[in-house]
């Protein structure tokens, strides 16, 4: 019995051992030459992919991404539209009636396969909606490099959402996730999620595009243009090379990105400008009356991508471009996809500067979107928030009251849902919403609220540092927030990405004596918080009394929303709380929690006591 114990017990260290091994990643380097017939909205496709296995695990199948198997009737995508009806993407149902089932015949989206070979040897493969497994003619061992080759054809799907044909606003084609993609494989596996609508997930790339088509159309790209000299549109002196078929050649190559995105018109002008200590960026679009607001973009991108070098980690790529092209906004690898019309220059850089931040949320801190949406999608807003108020300052008390606002707003309407689920798996577009973007970014704005706007701010920077160029999960950013503020966080981790409870507290009691006030504070939500109470006096002078929780069991030092009192810690398990402060009624002008407005409490009706 002992020796069979000690077995065991070695067995159950090895695999916890296993479970702590050293970070990896895969990697792929994609060639492909594309032959595009403009008229038909098709084209040809060669593909050779070297794929390398960092994993310690041998892979005896492979997975790929068919995107554009989704846009057909009866597909997953259409079947998950038509069941979720009003409730879902507005994008992708008109009257709660999926537009995917009237797609013409001729416009659906496919991607045939016609041959499919590993290191020169057929190889199996099956067609599963959305996904293609690949059953190996040989095992792809750990630190081992095996090459795929394949050819297939493709009809570029009508446009109902990101990708396809003929856009609302009239751009010829949006191609996007319009290859044949590996999947990414980690310790969690291969991420082989049906696309129905939602989120990508990809290894770090390296690829080199040529594109054959119409000699007349122009090109928006994420990456670096390799013969501008001969394509149309970037370079003035340009003298346009043309095959027999009147075809241009565009060469494209882009290193460690995701995915490769591009678009195509004849209606495109091309400006670009270099910003300072950052990328060159491309502004790709139709000029006409309705996207005239481009015109005046250039300054507000400089200083968008400067405050984002500045405060979230410098951009690592050599070119960006915002590209006119399919049906709203969508990141992609060194570029972004916009629709073009926009009534003022806000607007347009509220789109802007959303999707460009996911350089930084997404594509350099590369999540799983499918399983953590509001990973990349929340931090995403929450940098959204911190520029455009220091592009549009308003009288705001934080960046982020708007937001915390809109979900105290929203709490009301009894339909959350919580956080932690699949990006795909939510029932409810406006549910999905604001447990991906909203509560995402209030995920960061809470933190700053608990640990400290100073301690938010270099949490995030070492979690750029460490993490840049990486797929890390909530639980490596998790890590990095205790580290900095020496504080235990995961219990407001728990609580707001994998529950609905909400925070409420109030004032419940104040009594006034000859030399002090004391107050009686209660807890009304499910969510326990520290609790930054605030005075201020009738000269105008402000106090913060810091109640601190007692589960982080360390407190913050300072914030930049005032100086702080420290006050006895607040038992999570304790309903009420009282405390005394040295002012008397006639020196009291209001009291109040949160005077910052940081604190996403959902009824604020009994947070602030006006004295008189």
Same mark, same amino acid.
């Given at each position: 019995?002992?020796?069979?114990?000690?077995?065991?017990?070695?067995?159950?260290? +090895?695999?916890f051992?296993?479970?702590?091994?050293?970070?990896?990643?895969?990697?792929?380097?994609?060639?492909?030459?594309? $032959?595009? #017939?403009? =008229?038909?909205?098709? !084209?040809?496709g060669?593909?050779?992919? =070297?794929?390398?296995?960092?994993?310690?695990?041998?892979?005896?199948?492979?997975?790929?991404?068919?995107?554009?198997?989704?846009?057909?009737? #009866? +597909?997953?995508?259409?079947?998950?539209v038509?069941?979720?009806?009003? &409730?879902? $993407?507005?994008?992708?149902?008109?009257?709660?009636? +999926?537009?995917? @089932?009237?797609?013409?015949?001729?416009?659906?989206?496919?991607?045939?396969?016609?041959?499919?070979?590993?290191?020169?040897?057929d190889?199996?493969?099956?067609?599963?909606?959305?996904?293609?497994?690949?059953?190996?003619?040989?095992?792809?061992?750990?630190?081992?490099?095996?090459?795929?080759?394949?050819?297939?054809?493709?009809?570029i799907?009508?446009? /109902?959402?990101?990708s396809?044909?003929?856009?609302?606003?009239?751009?010829?084609?949006?191609?996007?996730?319009?290859?044949?993609?590996?999947?990414?494989?980690?310790?969690?596996?291969?991420?082989?999620?049906?696309?129905?609508?939602?989120?990508?997930h990809?290894?770090?790339?390296?690829?080199?595009v040529?594109?054959?088509?119409?000699?007349?159309?122009?090109?928006?790209?994420?990456?670096?243009?390799? &013969?501008?000299?001969?394509?149309?549109?970037?370079?003035?002196?340009?003298?346009?090379? @043309? $095959?027999? &078929?009147?075809?241009?050649?565009?060469?494209?190559?882009?290193?460690?990105?995701?995915?490769?995105?591009?678009?195509?018109?004849?209606?495109y002008?091309v400006?670009?400008? $270099?910003?300072?200590?950052?990328p060159?960026?491309?502004?790709?679009?139709?000029?006409?009356?309705?996207?005239?607001?481009?015109?005046?973009?250039?300054?507000?991108?400089?200083?968008?991508?400067?405050?984002?070098?500045? &405060?979230?980690?410098?951009?690592?790529?050599p070119?960006?471009?915002?590209?006119?092209?399919?049906?709203?906004?969508?990141?992609?690898?060194?570029?972004?996809?916009i629709?073009?019309?926009?009534?003022d220059?806000?607007?347009?850089?509220?789109?802007?500067?959303?999707?460009?931040?996911?350089?930084?949320?997404?594509?350099?801190?590369?999540?799983? =979107?499918?399983?953590?949406?509001?990973?990349?999608?929340?931090?995403?807003?929450?940098?959204?928030?911190?520029?455009?108020y220091?592009?549009?300052?308003?009288?705001?008390? #934080?960046?982020?009251?708007?937001?915390?606002?809109?979900?105290?707003?929203?709490?009301?309407?009894?339909?959350?849902?919580?956080?932690?689920?699949?990006?795909?798996?939510?029932?409810?577009?406006?549910?999905?919403?604001?447990?991906?973007?909203?509560?995402?970014?209030?995920?960061?704005v809470?933190?700053?609220?608990?640990?400290?706007?100073q301690?938010?701010?270099?949490?995030?920077?070492?979690?750029?540092?460490?993490?840049k160029?990486?797929?890390?999960?909530?639980?490596?950013?998790?890590?990095?927030?205790?580290?900095?503020?020496?504080?235990?966080?995961?219990?407001?981790?728990?609580?707001?990405?994998?529950?609905?409870?909400t925070?409420?507290?109030?004032?419940?009691?104040?009594? !006034?004596?000859?030399?002090?006030?004391?107050?009686?504070?209660?807890?009304?939500?499910?969510?326990?918080?520290?609790?930054?109470?605030?005075?201020?006096?009738?000269?105008?002078?402000?106090?913060?009394?810091?109640?601190?929780?007692?589960?982080?069991?360390?407190?913050k030092?300072?914030?930049?929303?005032?100086?702080?009192?420290?006050?006895?810690?607040?038992?999570?398990?304790?309903?009420?709380?009282?405390?005394?402060?040295?002012?008397?009624?006639?020196q009291?002008?209001?009291?109040? /929690?949160d005077?910052?407005?940081?604190?996403?409490?959902?009824?604020?009706?009994?947070?602030f006591v006006?004295?008189?």
């Open positions: 019995m002992k020796k069979s114990f000690a077995i065991l017990f070695a067995f159950i260290i +090895s695999q051992q296993a479970q702590q091994g050293a970070y990896y990643q895969q990697a792929a380097k994609y060639k492909m030459d594309i $032959d595009v #017939n403009a =008229e038909k909205f098709t !084209y040809q060669n593909q050779t992919l =070297e794929y390398t296995n960092n994993s310690p695990d041998e892979l005896n199948v492979v997975y790929f991404h068919l995107y554009w198997n989704a846009f057909k009737p #009866n +597909s997953m995508m259409d079947q998950r038509a069941s979720q009806g009003k &409730n879902g $993407d507005g994008r992708l149902q008109k009257d709660g009636i +999926s537009r995917l @089932a009237s797609i013409p015949k001729n416009e659906e989206g496919a991607q045939n396969i016609h041959w499919l070979k590993q290191n020169g040897k190889v199996k493969f099956e067609i599963q909606e959305t996904i293609m497994k690949v059953y190996l003619a040989e095992p792809i061992k750990p630190n081992s490099t095996t090459t795929f080759t394949m050819e297939w054809d493709a009809v799907p009508q446009q /109902i959402r990101r396809g044909r003929n856009n609302k606003e009239g751009v010829d084609m949006t191609m996007t996730q319009w290859y044949p993609k590996i999947a990414e494989y980690d310790y969690d596996g291969w991420a082989t999620f049906d696309y129905v609508g939602r989120e990508f990809a290894p770090f790339s390296d690829f080199d040529t594109i054959k088509i119409n000699k007349d159309y122009v090109i928006g790209a994420g990456g670096v243009l390799e &013969n501008p000299a001969e394509v149309k549109g970037y370079d003035a002196n340009a003298k346009i090379k @043309a $095959d027999k &078929n009147k075809k241009s050649t565009w060469r494209w190559t882009a290193k460690n990105i995701l995915d490769f995105a591009w678009s195509a018109d004849r209606d002008t400006k670009s400008f $270099d910003v300072p200590e950052g060159k960026v491309f502004f790709v679009y139709q000029p006409n009356a309705k996207t005239k607001v481009w015109e005046e973009a250039q300054p507000y991108v400089t200083k968008y991508f400067q405050l984002m070098n500045s &405060n979230f980690g410098k951009y690592v790529y070119t960006y471009a915002f590209i006119q092209g399919g049906d709203g906004g969508m990141e992609y690898g060194m570029c972004t996809m629709l073009g019309e926009a009534k220059i806000k607007g347009l850089m509220g789109l802007m500067v959303h999707e460009g931040a996911h350089s930084w949320y997404q594509q350099i801190l590369a999540s799983n =979107e499918s399983m953590y949406p509001w990973i990349d999608e929340g931090f995403t807003s929450y940098a959204e928030g911190f520029v455009m220091h592009l549009f300052p308003e009288e705001l008390p #934080n960046p982020f009251a708007n937001t915390v606002n809109a979900y105290r707003n929203f709490v009301k309407k009894g339909i959350e849902e919580p956080a932690v689920w699949l990006g795909d798996h939510h029932d409810n577009g406006t549910s999905y919403t604001y447990s991906t973007y909203v509560k995402g970014e209030l995920y960061l809470q933190l700053g609220y608990i640990m400290g706007e301690n938010l701010k270099e949490t995030l920077k070492q979690f750029y540092d460490q993490w160029m990486k797929h890390p999960s909530g639980r490596d950013f998790l890590h990095i927030a205790q580290k900095v503020s020496g504080m235990d966080l995961k219990w407001f981790h728990n609580y707001w990405i994998n529950t609905t409870k925070i409420d507290y109030g004032i419940k009691d104040v009594k !006034y004596d000859a030399t002090s006030t004391t107050i009686t504070l209660i807890n009304n939500g499910q969510v326990p918080m520290p609790i930054d109470f605030g005075v201020m006096t009738t000269d105008k002078k402000i106090i913060t009394y810091q109640i601190p929780l007692n589960m982080t069991h360390t407190w030092e300072k914030d930049i929303y005032g100086e702080l009192k420290t006050m006895p810690y607040w038992p999570w398990t304790q309903k009420e709380y009282t405390l005394t402060i040295p002012y008397t009624k006639s009291l002008s209001v009291l109040g /929690i005077f910052s407005y940081r604190l996403a409490d959902v009824n604020l009706e009994d947070n006006e004295v008189k």
